[in-house]
């Protein structure tokens, strides 16, 4: 079974950090550009950033340029996204999703994880 | 950035309607345009592709058509699980961006 799973959100402080992660399973890992794409609560989606198959490539949303950093470990089947200098509006669900072949869309996506800021 | 623009916001309908969302790019996005459904308390399910492509799996009720900024998803007989909210999502040009979102609601 194709799946993704998130982890690592919490609760934490303005300017503080967090990594999260999401552990994929299912299928051949290293083939896919990875994304990450978050939610605020009842609200619409906005894409956060996103990888290349190897990591030689990152792109990321105005909103996290700077702060935020995309990485994945091919060898644990694992995607990460480091975030700093956290701040309010960066509270959201955070889902990883899996790119289709040849990135037309995104086909497979987790749960997500929540990432609450407080002041 | 390439600003997406659904409407209506939100819609009310019936089982058995005919349905269909807009979604206008600011720029051309080519077809490069893929629709998705999400419901209350789970992750988005792609439907549409390259703005036309139905993705497996999917019913075929769901079309897609439209090329450089505008794009409609029809849903071709409503049925009871497809209420929901919709969003398109332009991936020509990275950021990718998504539209604001179409609630589908019970009339």
């Known amino acids: 079974e194709v799946q993704l799973v998130e982890s690592g959100g919490v609760v934490v402080q303005v300017g503080g950090s967090l990594r999260l992660s999401c552990a994929a399973s299912?299928?051949?890992?290293?083939?896919?550009?990875m994304h990450w794409v978050r939610q605020d609560p009842g609200k619409g989606l906005e894409w956060v950033s996103c990888?290349?198959?190897?990591?030689?490539?990152?792109y990321y949303a105005d909103s996290v340029k700077g702060r935020f950093t995309t990485s994945r470990d091919n060898s644990k089947n694992s995607l990460y996204l480091q975030m700093n200098s956290l701040r309010t509006d960066d509270t959201a669900l955070y889902y990883c999703?899996?790119?289709?072949?040849?990135?037309?869309?995104?086909?497979?996506w987790g749960q997500g994880t929540t990432v609450t800021v407080s002041s | 950035d390439i600003q997406m623009t659904q409407s209506p916001a939100t819609l009310s309908a019936s089982v058995g309607d005919r349905v269909t969302i807009t979604c206008r790019a600011s720029?051309?996005?080519?077809?490069?345009l893929a629709w998705y459904q999400q419901k209350p308390g789970k992750a988005p399910n792609v439907l549409i592709y390259?703005?036309?492509s139905l993705e497996s799996g999917v019913p075929s009720r769901f079309s897609g058509s439209g090329s450089g900024t505008e794009f409609t998803l029809t849903i071709s007989s409503l049925q009871p699980d497809d209420f929901a909210t919709y969003y398109c999502?332009?991936?020509?040009?990275?950021?990718?961006?998504f539209g604001q979102g179409t609630k589908v609601e019970i009339k």
């Open positions: 299912g299928f051949t890992f290293d083939d896919y550009v």
């Open positions: 990888i290349s198959w190897d990591g030689g490539s990152t």
């Open positions: 720029q051309s996005v080519s077809n490069w």
């Open positions: 999502q332009q991936y020509r040009i990275y950021p990718w961006t």
């Open positions: 999703a899996k790119a289709k072949i040849l990135e037309n869309g995104m086909d497979v």
């Open positions: 390259q703005a036309s």
